[in-house]
């Protein structure tokens, strides 16, 4: 199915709300752990699903509404979705925010390259030059970051590739599976692998968050669950090559933020590069023939 008028909407309003959560992260600082932030945007999710349940159990049997038809494109996004979130918190709070988010959300750059080594999808000759202009923009809009070679550059740079896996997976997942079943094993296995790293770590750290840094971590829960169940949705809709189109504007959104809450405007080269991931982007959506791709 692929239906870009109803995709489309759903895929930039997880875009606002994906720069959202990445914006409070960064209101949060570097006082909370990326680990405790991690788990704690897991967990509020999972409870919120978790809340919900009585009601869709009101339509399908619980066996029916957690059955997994597909359990390795399931494990393939915990296990990257997970990795993911980890590495983007982490680059978030070490780097500029729009620096990281601009990283992790080149991401749809790597999606052919995947679909090519999971799925055997051939890329077109043709989609070789958009990549690489893709790929300049980011280069342009990193400027210094990426010659200093930071920590939280590498971190955000495996985020990006480990985000393509789990934009992948999460496009599979949808063939046969629901995006409340999708989601809810995504945060309940996440929530275990990221307690399971440091979990002394947390039990330590949480008596210590402020009023302020609860607000905003549960504004980082909530619309982190949004964005994930929005683009869980859209990509039951519109293929994942097309959405990753549009997921760029989560770049503009995030500019945006860092104006209103850092008054740091974006740069001429910031502007050109954005502009140049964005064409990248709607460039490859033109040039990718290939009318039976379901990826």
């Known amino acids: 199915m692929h239906n870009p008028s109803k995709g489309i909407p759903l895929v ?29 945007r897991f967990l509020i999710s999972l409870v919120v699903l978790i809340g919900a349940l009585p009601f869709i159990r009101k339509k399908k049997p619980l066996k029916e509404v957690l059955k997994v038809s597909d359990w390795r494109s399931t ?37 052919p390259i995947i679909s090519l080594i999971w799925k055997k ?60 079943r999708m989601n809810f094993y995504l945060f309940l296995f996440g929530s275990i692998i990221i307690f399971l790293i440091s979990p002394r770590a947390f039990v330590s750290e949480i ?11 549960g504004i980082v829960g909530f619309s982190g669950l949004i964005y994930q169940y929005l ?22 959104f995030a500019f945006l933020g860092e104006w209103l809450f850092f008054n740091k405007t974006p740069s001429f080269y910031n502007y050109l590069g954005v502009l140049m991931i964005m064409f990248s982007g709607v460039l490859m959506t033109i040039l990718d023939t290939n009318k039976n791709l379901k990826i």
Request: glycine share 6%.
């Open 75 to 111: 494990i393939v996004r915990i296990l990257s979705a997970t990795a993911t979130l980890l590495c983007y918190f982490y680059a978030i709070q070490k780097i500029p925010l729009s620096t990281a988010v601009v990283i992790i959300f080149s991401s749809p750059l790597y999606i």
């Open 207 to 217: 008596g210590t968050f402020t009023g302020k840094e609860w607000l905003l971590l």
């Open 231 to 252: 683009l869980s949705v859209a990509v039951r809709t519109i293929r994942i090559r097309f959405a990753g189109a549009f997921l760029y504007f989560t770049i503009i």
């Open 121 to 180: 999808i051939p890329i077109p000759p043709l989609i070789w030059w958009p990549l690489l202009i893709g790929f300049a923009g980011v280069v342009l809009i990193v400027g210094p970051d990426f010659s200093s070679f930071h920590a939280g550059f590498i971190a955000g740079v495996v985020a990006s590739v480990l985000a393509a896996i789990s934009y992948v997976a999460t496009r599979v997942q949808a063939k046969c599976e629901t995006p409340y």
């Open 12 to 40: 930039l309003l997880s875009c606002f709300a994906a720069a959202g959560m990445a914006t409070a992260v960064k209101l949060i600082g570097s006082q909370v752990s990326s680990n405790s932030i991690s788990l704690i």
